[in-house]
C-alpha cells in the first residue's frame, strides 16, 4: 500500500530503529534474511523503548514535514549497557521476495 514503516524494537538493554520505504529503501527483510533466533526471555529496561520510541516518533515527523535525512537504509542500534550508540547500512536486495522486484509470470 506504500506505507512508510518506522521499525523499533528492543530487547533488555538493546534498542534498533530502521525507517522503511516502500519501494525506496530495505525492508526488515533484506536487514533479516532469517528468522530470528530464540533468545530466551529478557525482561525489557523502562528507557530501552523510550530511547528508541522518541527516535521513531522523530522518524515520523521527519518523514511527515519533509526534512532531515531519515534511518532508510540504516539501522541505529542501541547498546545500553555500554551507553554506545552504533549504525550500520542496511542494503537493499533486488531480490528480495518483499521488496524486490516482482517474480516473473510464465505466460501459459
Not at 530501552?48 to 526534512?67: D, S
Not at 521488496?99 to 516473473?104: D, L, V
Amino acid at each position: 500500500m506504500g506505507v512508510p514503516f518506522i521499525h523499533g524494537a528492543v530487547n533488555g538493554f538493546e534498542g534498533r530503529a530502521l525507517t522503511v520505504i516502500p519501494g525506496r529503501s530495505a525492508c526488515l527483510r533484506c536487514l533479516h534474511r532469517d528468522a530470528a533466533p530464540e533468545t530466551g526471555k529478557f525482561p525489557v529496561i523502562g528507557v530501552t523503548p523510550a530511547l528508541i520510541g522518541v527516535i521513531q516518533a522523530t522518524e515520523a515527523i521527519k518523514y511527515l514535514t519533509g526534512i532531515g535525512e531519515l534511518l532508510a537504509d540504516r539501522l541505529v542500534v542501541y547498546d545500553g549497557l555500554k551507553a554506545k550508540w552504533s549504525e550500520f547500512k542496511v542494503k537493499k536486495n533486488p531480490e528480495c521476495d518483499h521488496c524486490g522486484r516482482p517474480p516473473e509470470r510464465k505466460t501459459p
